[in-house]
Each structure stands twice: as C-alpha cells, then as structure tokens.
C-alpha cells in the first residue's frame, strides 16, 4: 500500500537535546511539508519541499531544520532552539500541481 | 499572506441534526479550497475541494460545501448528521499555484446519540 510513514509515533526526549522524526513516501509524491498541530491553533506549517535538495520556511520555522536528499524522505529535526517543542508533528506529501494532501499518521513528541 | 478562520471551536449536536461549519478566507485573488477530516486516532482525510466551476462541491461521506465568492467562505454542510461524524474539521486554502495550504484552526465536532 501507498502512502506516508512516520516514525516514531511517540518520543520523549529530555530539553536541550536535538531530535530527528522521520518521514517517508512511497507515493512518488514530489512535495512535502511539516506541521505542527497543537490544541486550538489548527496545523503551522514548519517547512515545505517542493524538490530534492530545496526547501522553503514555513510560517514557525525557527527552531527546526530539514533536508531532502531523497524524494521519499523528508526528516524534521526539532533543534534545542525551538522553545516549545512539545507537540504533535504532521508529514504530508503531494503531486505537484494536485494540492490534495496525504498525511502521515504523526509524531507526538513530548520534551521534559 | 492568506488566513483562515473557523468561528466554532466546538459543536455539539445530536444525531440527525443539520450542520453547518463556517469557513472564511482573507485573499483576495484565486484560491484552491479544502475541508479536511481528524477522526479520533486517525490520519487527516480530504473530505472535499474546490478548484474553480460549481461553487457546489459534494465530498465523500455527504457531506457538501459551498463556494461563496463574494463572501470569502466556504463553509461546510451536512443535512443529517451521524455519531460517527464526531471528529475534528479543517478548513484550509492555498494561492493558486502555490502549493502551500494554510488551515484554519479546527472545529471539533461532538454528536450525541
């Protein structure tokens, strides 16, 4: 079956560490893109890619870095920077030019 | 930049009500329009779009939306709604061929049987 998979579903990492949640396609989607979903402030979109090796600031970038070496990788790295990291992370992928996302099921991640 | 707003946090209805979400956008050129589906411990699923042609889009589980140009909405319907229909709603637009999407901030949705 098609579709996105991230890892892990849940972490707990301690402050001050940095963390890397995995996201993987097998959609041969082209685009990608992070949110952040917390309680009553919808999806944030953190990053987006839109090629191999491009990517572009979202609205909360600050505190997180990607990269996209391959197409059906996109990993997220929740740096010691990001000053709330506690939150349920969104992978998704698109074919470019359709604007119908696929979601991952998402990471809960929990820093203390 | 394009903005979202979803005026209901939280609904409650029971089983067999009529819905109605509200969704309004702040963009004043072309838009692509979408009303995504949280069900409990599920994925997020695209209930339905609208990209340009009838403002009237029907989705799956009937549910429905409606394009009102001059109002910058679009907002969500169900004439019947079910206990399984409890879940959280987005509503998100993006610019005409940018394929970023900016959601609104939830409305979740409670039905009592």
């Known amino acids: 079956d098609g579709g996105i998979t991230q890892s892990p579903k849940y972490l707990f990492r301690k402050e001050g560490q940095n963390v890397t949640l995995s996201c993987e396609q097998n959609?041969?989607?082209?685009?990608m893109y992070w949110y952040r979903q917390d309680p009553g402030q919808g999806l944030r979109l953190i990053y987006y890619s839109q090629i191999v090796n491009d990517f572009q600031k979202g609205d909360i970038a600050e505190g997180y870095s990607v990269s996209r070496e391959k197409k059906e990788s996109f990993p997220l790295t929740v740096t010691s920077a990001q000053k709330n990291p506690t939150a349920f992370y969104l992978c998704?992928?698109?074919?470019?030019?359709?604007?119908?996302?696929?979601f991952g099921s998402g990471t809960r991640l929990t820093v203390v | 930049a394009q903005s979202v707003s979803q005026h209901n946090h939280h609904v409650i209805l029971s089983e067999a009500a009529s819905l109605e979400l509200g969704c309004n956008y702040s963009y004043g050129g072309t838009v692509n329009l979408f009303w995504y589906v949280q069900y409990p411990g599920q994925h997020l699923q695209l209930l339905l779009k609208?990209?340009?042609?009838?403002?009237l889009v029907k989705g799956i589980k009937g549910f429905e939306a409606e394009f009102i140009k001059s109002k910058f909405s679009f907002n969500l319907r169900k004439p019947s709604v079910q206990w399984s229909d409890t879940a959280e709603y987005f509503c998100a637009v993006n610019i005409f061929g940018n394929e970023k999407l900016t959601f609104g901030t939830g409305t979740r949705l409670t039905i009592i049987p």
């Open positions: 998704a992928s698109s074919i470019w030019g359709n604007y119908g996302y696929t």
């Open positions: 959609l041969n989607h082209d685009a």
């Open positions: 609208y990209f340009s042609g009838d403002p």
